[in-house]
């Protein structure tokens, strides 16, 4: 269990301090005083580990059994004595170009936060050390922690997002940059590139898109244990969020734009390939055709009594090949 519980502390008017390590007795204790609560941090957590957190605050199964299958789109649910939120951090490593994600779960009560993470990315230590620098915002309790969690969540939507931006505007740069002369094969790598970061794109977008139900829901009337004054808090968090999510589409919008260009160049350098083949084959094809009726053996054919009629068929075969040659290289298929 002790490796489980990330940090675990007892907040009264805003400060932190001892906590006994009875977590039901912790709770009855700062249970009906106004701005006091327990917030217990979990990593990864077991079923039996989750239960004895459940228990001594009276968790609802439901959301518990959410907290262990770490596989829930970002939601916001409401049931007796607790609010269940389900948001997704992530992350972005450049050096891969991959999208990471993670799954973060808050419990939160009257008195009580209960924060369960899956994955590598771990928002809330910085998230708890900067709240208990600012006691005057821990006072206002648990929703505190709530809005403090949502508003990181979403600052790192907001720099994954440039980041991407940043990514994406160098990728367009390398894609619909003039091709070398000997080029063919680098349409279908920039293709391939493109639609990996789409799919980069749609991981983070998964993540980020949902998130907006939950906020604008905490941004009404009606909520459990968020109160009334802390509503313009939670509308800055989702002016944000909305924010990201058009950043989001505009990326993939302008993805199948860059794709759209990139085959098109492909379908270019195809054409132009095959336009320099076909003026190749037609220059190897005039003399196969001369040569190939002189080679008929026929007795009557024209010049084959004259001295100079060989030389009169060489010439003839060099002067369609120039002309061919210099008809195509007008017409730039050469």
């Given at each position: 269990m002790a490796d489980v519980i990330v940090d675990r502390a007892v907040y009264r008017d805003g400060h932190r301090t001892e906590d006994s390590g009875d977590l039901p007795g912790a709770v009855e204790a700062v249970r009906g005083a106004a701005g006091d609560f327990v917030w217990?941090?979990?990593s990864d957590p077991g079923e039996e580990e989750l239960a004895a957190v459940a228990?001594?605050?009276?968790?609802?199964?439901?959301?518990?059994?959410?907290?262990?299958?770490?596989?829930?789109?970002?939601?916001?649910?409401?049931?007796?004595?607790?609010?269940?939120?389900?948001?997704r951090p992530v992350a972005y490593d450049e050096a891969a170009g991959a999208v990471r994600t993670?799954?973060?779960?808050?419990?939160?009560g009257d008195s009580f936060v209960v924060t369960v993470r899956h994955g590598g990315i771990d928002p809330l230590c910085e998230v708890r050390e900067r709240l208990e620098r600012e006691?005057?915002?821990?006072?206002?309790?648990?929703?505190?922690?709530?809005?403090?969690?949502?508003?990181?969540?979403?600052d790192g939507?907001?720099?994954?997002?440039?980041?991407?931006?940043?990514?994406?505007?160098?990728?367009e740069e390398r894609v619909l940059a003039p091709?070398?002369?000997?080029?063919?094969?680098?349409?279908?790598?920039?293709?391939?590139?493109?639609?990996?970061?789409?799919?980069?794109?749609?991981?983070?977008?998964?993540?980020?898109?949902p998130a907006v139900e939950p906020m604008e829901r905490l941004t009404g009337a009606g909520v459990p244990f968020v109160p009334d004054r802390s509503r313009p808090f939670f509308r800055d968090v989702g002016d944000h969020l909305i924010r990201v999510n058009d950043q989001t589409e505009a990326m993939d919008r302008l993805l199948s734009d860059i794709l759209s260009a990139c085959l098109t160049q492909v379908s270019v350098r195809q054409n132009s390939d095959m336009r320099k083949i076909s003026a190749w084959a037609?220059?190897?094809?005039?003399?196969?055709?001369?040569?190939?009726?002189?080679?008929?053996?026929?007795?009557h054919l024209p010049e084959?009594?004259?001295?100079?009629?060989?030389?009169?068929?060489?010439?003839?075969?060099?002067?369609?090949?120039?002309?061919?040659?210099?008809?195509f290289r007008r017409r730039g298929w050469l």
């Open positions: 217990v941090g979990l228990e001594a605050f009276g968790l609802h199964p439901l959301a518990v059994e959410d907290a262990l299958s770490a596989r829930q789109r970002p939601k916001l649910e409401t049931y007796d004595g607790s609010l269940f939120l389900v948001l993670g799954e973060l779960m808050l419990f939160v006691p005057e915002v821990l006072r206002h309790g648990p929703a505190a922690v709530l809005y403090a969690v949502s508003d990181a969540v979403v939507y907001l720099d994954v997002a440039a980041l991407l931006r940043t990514d994406l505007d160098e990728l091709a070398p002369a000997a080029g063919g094969g680098r349409g279908s790598a920039g293709a391939r590139e493109i639609y990996a970061f789409k799919r980069q794109v749609l991981e983070f977008r998964r993540a980020a898109g037609a220059m190897a094809a005039a003399p196969t055709m001369i040569t190939g009726v002189y080679g008929m053996n026929f007795a084959l009594d004259r001295p100079w009629g060989y030389p009169a068929v060489l010439l003839l075969i060099a002067g369609v090949c120039t002309g061919l040659y210099r008809t």
